[in-house]
């Protein structure tokens, strides 16, 4: 990032560019070491330069977190999507309606019941679905457990009702909560294990199941081996944040979403300096609150982006955020900082701080500044 | 609100528009009752038919929280608008483009340098800004305390300078954090007095100070007298949410925002129905956390707005909503909360949840939905 920052309103969600474009090529280099096919989870930009960037690198196509991504890319001519969701009947039609313009989309389902929901509206609109069943690989979020009989029922359903069975996909949230090499390991380990053993079952029963989904950042950037995964899926190693920070997945210097704000007013005798960055532009995303260094709303930098170490952003209203000092007061404030001058802060979650603009600033190293706008709601 | 909502891709937002109205309607009369012009904030909403509604039932202008705000405002013929954020040079020029194009905007400061700076700004550009000055009634955020001698001297800069001193402000933000009538009523008392005594001192030392603005919506329906006060500002009030439910200021048939929600799946073993209202629909907002009751992301009600005792939205990921139970285990669940079949969920905090979404669905009495557009952005 260069030093100067075009004038630009605060507050500002910052893309730098060229970290972006390391985060995308370190990411897409490892899986292509790997074997492996990467399908980024575009839920974290929400955005089609970003996304763009991603498929440049090699990407084989997308995971999107809503029908609304996922027409945005097709629009934008790619066709491979995932949207790694369970289904439900109000959302076949437009799924429908996707696939008939001619997008390769692929929908989810962990139950008996979804399956049969599915092949019930796909046998109305004689549409044979790409279908993924999800799988429970570390007992997060949804999913069916490899030894629930419900697994190979759903494959079944699916396959006897005349959709694709397109393969098991899992995600190990829980790799969040973790902060150790060894640790990320076994649960990338635990993630590989669990979804190839699902897909083996299946085919153990005599039905296809080409592919075998895994992901998440720490997962993806942790594994050893993914030995009998297709594609994995990840996210916010794009922008990284400082949840990723403390997950320890990725270094500082690494961090691509920043957000540009302008030091607003003081209170003095608290140690208070007063921002235009409240919980509309940060969020109020608190992921780093358990963790092992807690971040409160975000970590203070200068305008060019160096930490100042021990500056938080301790509190926030909705267009007002307290930065606050380590080591209490400090009656210099109004001179470090005065009033219209700006400071950068780095967010907690970078899917959550990014979703409350409807635009990046997308800065490159030559100091040229693209506003990359991004979705918003359903 | 009807018993059959109309069928609505989930998550959505909705608004309950009687409920909304008589919440406007409580609030206007307790304002005209008092004797003080209401200035709806707007930033609770951010949506043009639920301001107009606020003006045609007889608030004086709006409150803005961003520039953006205010310009919307103003195009739709409201021109009466204080921009509640400090004032910083970044801004100036908006806000003079504002002024230009007719808008009676006035700005804010508490500080001797942000006085001076709005005064270059305004010299420079011939422009006579209205000035409040920010008095701090609670220690919570910004503002001068009354008995600082800055507050004279801001005063004499503005008006030495030319602008015109609209008067002085104050925001009891800590009002949010009680939950007991007489707590409320200290509050709203201290509020005040303290912007008030502010008022006088600013005109014993011979200088106009002609308005004199307070408010919160919890101060400004516990409030017994508003003497000396000219106008209330509250925002969150034409919704109400969980946050004011525990602060003791609505009851649970007057919040008017809730997020209606598809089931998605299950944990029938750990006793978790999943919906597709994650953090993205809900926002991250925890309000109730240490609240007196706390209701983690949200209240669970059926799909006709009935509260579900015990049924709280008890964590979220971006698009992933898990419903707890508070008796724990339920093995019916899933015949009771069957795939695809709905819910509504009551957020923590109206202003936050309702920012996740580019409109609401406005829900009538007869039935009828309208598609309501909110401002996203800056």
């Not at 092992?292 to 301790?314: N, P």
């Amino acid at each position: 990032m260069s030093a100067t920052i075009l004038p630009l309103e605060t507050p500002a969600a910052i893309i730098d560019v060229a970290r972006m474009q390391r985060n995308i090529l370190r990411m897409q280099e490892r899986m292509d070491a790997l074997g492996v096919q990467l399908r980024p989870h575009v839920k974290s930009s929400k955005c089609l330069p970003v996304i763009q960037a991603q498929m440049a690198a090699g990407a084989s196509g997308v995971t999107v977190s809503t029908l609304k991504e996922a027409q945005h890319c097709f629009d934008a001519g790619i066709t491979e999507v995932m949207y790694a969701v369970a289904m439900v009947p109000g959302k076949l039609a437009l799924a429908l309606n996707l696939r008939r313009q001619g997008c390769c989309l692929s929908i989810i389902t962990d139950s008996v019941v979804g399956a049969q929901l599915i092949v019930a509206f796909g046998r109305q609109h004689a549409e044979s679905f790409d279908v993924w069943i999800e799988v429970d690989s570390d007992g997060h979020r949804s999913g069916l457990k490899v030894d629930d009989c419900a697994l190979l029922e759903v494959a079944q359903v699916l396959c006897g009702g005349g959709m694709q069975l397109a393969g098991v996909m899992t995600h190990a949230g829980s790799s969040y909560e973790l902060n150790d090499l060894a640790a990320l390991q076994a649960i990338a380990e635990q993630e590989r294990a669990i979804c190839v053993a699902a897909a083996e079952k299946i085919r153990a029963a005599g039905l296809p199941c080409p592919r075998v989904s895994v992901g998440s950042t720490p997962t993806a950037l942790s594994a050893l081996s993914l030995e009998g995964v297709t594609e994995v899926r990840a996210g916010v190693y794009v922008f990284f944040d400082l949840v990723m920070h403390n997950v320890g997945v990725c270094r500082p210097e690494e961090l691509a979403l920043s957000v540009l704000t302008t030091v607003i007013g003081h209170q003095v005798e608290k140690g208070w300096v007063i921002t235009d960055s409240g919980w509309m532009a940060m969020s109020r995303d608190r992921g780093t609150q358990r963790q092992r260094r807690d971040f409160a709303f975000g970590q203070v930098c200068t305008e060019a982006g160096a930490w100042i170490e021990g500056g938080l952003l301790g509190s926030v209203n909705q267009e007002h955020g307290i930065v606050t000092f380590e080591d209490g007061q400090d009656l210099d404030l109004v001179n470090r900082f005065p009033i219209g001058s700006r400071l950068r802060i780095l967010p907690n979650h970078a899917c959550a701080t990014g979703a409350q603009f409807p635009h990046y600033h997308a800065c490159e190293g030559s100091g040229e500044v693209h506003l990359w706008s991004r979705l918003h709601g359903w």
